[in-house]
């Protein structure tokens, strides 16, 4: 079973992910209404903001982590139709199927992203729908190869304050050139999709998105092929994989 990453809970507690906008863009071509009624499995729901999105129009709403179920069930304490779920998501068996099974940034940093999507699609009754948004190998490069061994090497042993203190430096230091250089019509420059969105967004969660990349305890890099292969025609139809802001993919398919 996976460990409990402290991190996580630390994460969470000092920074939301509150852009409503963000999770329609990663769920899409899902749509918030498509919730209504649904019974519905959210597999890493973090702090629960994203519960919250979805508690209004579920029937019912099972929510899961294995490191904030205590401060999702805070933010979504005035809704009766939310359950927390402390799990591992690549060993849970909750014993019953969902309309909706759906994962936001989550997958990509379990131990075996693999064995975590058969999780979700072994809970997808037939005929419902599985969801998930990872980030990609295609456009991570500089993560992957440059940001990652410096997180590794320097950052690991930091607390967790003083990492929120440098990943705030380092939004600050973004600011100019996201809003000089990038507005101009070059888009062979590096995460160029990617700062549209940062131009659109607080300080605060820009600040988020830099400390989720220096804080993430793992991360795999999920490439076309991989997320291909779990949405394989034998178990699903209707399956629509798309770029999103050329960093990341989002899936998501019908159950057969």
């Avoid at 759906?102 to 379990?110: A, L, P, R």
């Amino acid at each position: 079973m996976q460990e409990k990453q402290r991190e996580w809970h630390e994460q969470w507690s000092m920074l939301e992910d509150n852009e409503l906008f963000l999770f329609r863009d990663w769920i899409a071509p899902l749509q918030l209404e498509d919730f209504r009624g649904k019974r519905v499995l959210e597999c890493g729901c973090g702090g629960g903001q994203h519960t919250s999105f979805v508690a209004p129009y579920a029937e019912h709403i099972t929510a899961v982590d294995l490191n904030t179920t205590d401060l999702a069930r805070e933010r979504n304490r005035s809704f009766e139709n939310v359950e927390l779920v402390e799990a591992d998501l690549g060993n849970m068996e909750l014993g019953r199927q969902f309309d909706i099974v759906f994962s936001i940034g989550v997958v990509h940093h379990t131990d075996n992203p693999d064995r975590t999507f058969q999780t979700m699609k072994r809970h997808t009754r037939p005929g419902g729908k599985t969801v998930v948004w990872v980030y990609s190998q295609e456009g991570n490069w500089m993560v992957e190869n440059l940001v990652e061994p410096l997180r590794k090497q320097f950052l690991t042993s930091m607390s967790r304050q003083n990492l929120l203190t440098l990943s705030k430096a380092i939004t600050a230091c973004m600011y100019p050139p996201i809003f000089s250089v990038y507005k101009l019509p070059l888009p062979f420059l590096p995460f160029f999709e990617y700062f549209g969105n940062f131009r659109k967004m607080t300080f605060s969660r820009n600040t988020l998105n830099v400390f989720d990349k220096l804080n993430a305890p793992q991360v795999q890099f999920i490439s076309r092929q991989r997320i291909e292969s779990w949405f394989d025609s034998n178990d699903y139809s209707d399956v629509q994989i798309t770029p999103y802001k050329g960093v990341s993919w989002r899936g998501v398919g019908t159950r057969r």
